[in-house]
C-alpha cells in the first residue's frame, strides 16, 4: 500500500483564531481521518523566533495551538504530532539545504522582498530591521517539509512560494548528492484567503480583526455584534455578495443552512437578527471542542507528554535520514574512507545496461540513457556470457570499442559522440 504523507505547521506567534480553524485547523484534521495518508502536523516554534520576541507569547502561543489542534480533533496516535524545537535534525538539515540554496533565490522570497521594498520605499538602508532569520526563513521552511519527505503541503497562497523553493532544495541537492528527497507539492486550501474578519478584509492577526477560534460564549457574541455590515435597516432586503458576515456563515453551515440564510437577507432579516443566526451556528460547532480546549489548556503537563512523544515519533524517522543525509554529504566517520572515490554521480542519472533474452532464445543488452533513451542495442549472442563480454568491453574501453564490436551491434540509434559520453559518464560515475 502506498502512502501520501501530507504535512503542515503552525507558527506560535499568537492565539488561534478561526480563520486558522477554517482554513487550516479543521482541514488538516479531516485530511489526517482519510486512508492511505500519513500525516505530519507540527507547532513551527522555530518560526515563531523571527516574528515574537516574547518568550511567555511564544510559550502560551505553543500551548493554545497545540490544545486547539487536539480540542479539534486530531488524533495523536494516528497522525505524528510534534513540536518543531525538539527535533534538533530540522535545524541540522537547514544547514545541509542552506548550502545549496541560492543566494538570488532567497532575495526573491516575499516577506524578505516585501520587507526591503518598504525600506527602499522610504529611503532607508534596504536591510534596515531585517534579521538574516527572515532571510533565511523559506529554507527553515525547506527543512521542515523536507525532514520527512512530505509529498503534499497544505497551504494558503502566500505559501506557494515557499514549497515551489522546498521543490528546488529538493532537486538541487538529489543532483548533486543521489536521490534522497521527494519534491514536495502544495495544495492550496482556497477558504484560507477567504475568511474575513471583523472589518470585512481577510481575518488576520496584522489587521487586529480576528474572531480567537475558543473566545467564551460572551466574548464570541459581543465580537460577532461588532462584524462591519451596511447601514440598511430591518425590512430591508440585503446583499449576500460581500457580506463578510455571510461569508463567515457560509464557512460553517451546510448549503441547506446557507440558502436558508440567503432567503432571510432577501426578506430583510435585520443586521441583529442575522448575528444572532451566526453566533448560534459557530457556537454549535465550537462548543463541545471549547470543553476539551479549556480541560486541555489546563493541563499543560499533558500536552508536553503528548508532544514529547510525538517528537520522539518525529525522530525515529528523521534521526535515520539524518545520518544517511551526513554520509552523502561526506560527514562521515574516518574509518570507511571509499569516500575518496571519485564523485558519485546519483544513480538515477546515469546510463545504464539492460541485459535480456528473447523469444528467439538469443541474448541481447541495450544501452539506454537516464531517461531511457535507447542509445545502444545490440545484435543477439548465443550466450549470457557473450552479451556480458561485449558489455565488459564497452564499459572498459569506451567509444573504442564500437567500432570493434560493430558486427555485433545494430546501426546505432544516435550518434557515436554520444554513445561514447554515456560510456564514458558510466565509467566515471559510479
Ligand atoms: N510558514 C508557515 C506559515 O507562516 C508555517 C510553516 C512553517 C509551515 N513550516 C511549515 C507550513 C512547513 C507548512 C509546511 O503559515
Same mark, same amino acid.
Given at each position: 500500500m502506498s502512502f501520501t504523507r501530507f504535512l503542515t505547521g503552525i507558527t506560535t506567534s499568537g492565539t488561534p483564531h478561526l480563520g486558522n480553524y477554517v482554513g487550516s485547523i479543521r482541514p488538516s484534521v479531516r485530511a489526517s481521518l482519510a486512508p492511505d495518508v500519513e500525516s505530519y502536523y507540527f507547532l513551527a516554534d522555530y518560526h515563531a523566533l523571527i516574528k515574537v520576541d516574547e518568550p511567555a507569547r511564544i510559550q502560551r502561543s505553543t500551548l493554545e495551538i497545540a490544545a486547539s489542534w487536539l480540542a479539534a480533533g486530531l488524533d495523536p496516535e494516528r497522525v505524528t504530532f510534534y513540536r518543531q524545537s525538539d527535533v534538533p535534525e530540522i535545524p541540522e538539515l537547514t544547514w545541509l539545504l542552506t548550502c545549496v540554496t541560492g543566494k538570488g533565490v532567497l532575495n526573491r522570497a516575499h516577506a524578505y522582498k516585501a520587507a526591503v521594498d518598504k525600506n527602499t520605499a522610504t529611503e532607508q538602508d534596504p536591510d534596515m530591521d531585517v534579521t538574516a532569520g527572515l532571510f533565511m526563513y523559506p529554507v527553515l521552511m525547506g527543512a521542515d517539509i523536507l525532514m520527512f519527505n512530505a509529498h503534499k503541503v497544505p497551504v494558503g497562497r502566500d505559501q506557494i512560494q515557499h514549497i515551489e523553493m522546498a521543490r528546488d532544495m529538493a532537486n538541487s541537492f538529489n543532483h548533486r548528492y543521489?536521490?534522497?528527497f521527494v519534491p514536495p507539492q502544495a495544495v492550496i486550501e482556497e477558504s484560507v484567503a477567504t475568511l474575513p474578519g471583523l472589518d470585512g478584509r481577510k481575518m488576520s492577526k496584522s489587521y487586529d480583526n480576528t474572531i480567537p477560534l475558543f473566545a467564551p460564549r460572551e466574548q464570541l457574541k459581543k465580537l460577532i455584534a461588532g462584524i462591519k455590515t451596511d447601514s440598511r435597516i430591518p425590512g430591508e432586503p440585503k446583499d449576500t455578495e460581500g457580506s463578510a458576515l455571510f461569508q463567515i456563515f457560509q464557512a460553517f453551515a451546510s448549503e441547506d443552512e446557507s440558502r436558508t440564510l440567503r432567503q432571510s437577507y432577501a426578506d430583510g432579516i435585520a443586521w441583529g437578527d442575522a448575528k444572532q443566526v451566526l453566533f448560534e451556528r459557530i457556537d454549535r460547532e465550537i462548543a463541545p471542542m471549547r470543553e476539551t480546549y479549556l480541560s486541555l489548556i489546563n493541563n499543560p503537563a499533558k500536552i508536553e507528554a503528548i508532544l514529547m512523544a510525538g517528537a520522539a515519533k518525529a525522530r525515529n524517522r528523521a534521526t535515520p535520514f539524518m545520518t544517511e543525509l551526513r554520509h552523502a554529504v561526506? =560527514?562521515?566517520?574516518?574509518?570507511?574512507?571509499?569516500?575518496?572515490?571519485p564523485q558519485k554521480v546519483a544513480k538515477s542519472a546515469l546510463p545504464s545496461f539492460k541485459q535480456y533474452r528473447e523469444a528467439d532464445g538469443k541474448f541481447r543488452f541495450k544501452l539506454v540513457d537516464?531517461?531511457?533513451?535507447?542509445?545502444l542495442q545490440s545484435l543477439g549472442f548465443s550466450s549470457p556470457k557473450e552479451a556480458g563480454q561485449a558489455i565488459a568491453e564497452l564499459q572498459r574501453d569506451g567509444a573504442l570499442a564500437l567500432t570493434r564490436l560493430a558486427a555485433q551491434l545494430?546501426? =546505432?540509434?544516435?550518434?557515436a559522440d554520444t554513445v561514447g559520453a554515456a560510456l564514458t559518464l558510466l565509467a566515471t560515475g559510479t
Open positions: 543521489g536521490d534522497h561526506g =560527514l562521515r566517520r574516518l574509518g570507511d574512507m571509499a569516500s575518496t572515490a537516464a531517461q531511457g533513451q535507447l542509445l545494430e546501426p =546505432l540509434a544516435v550518434d
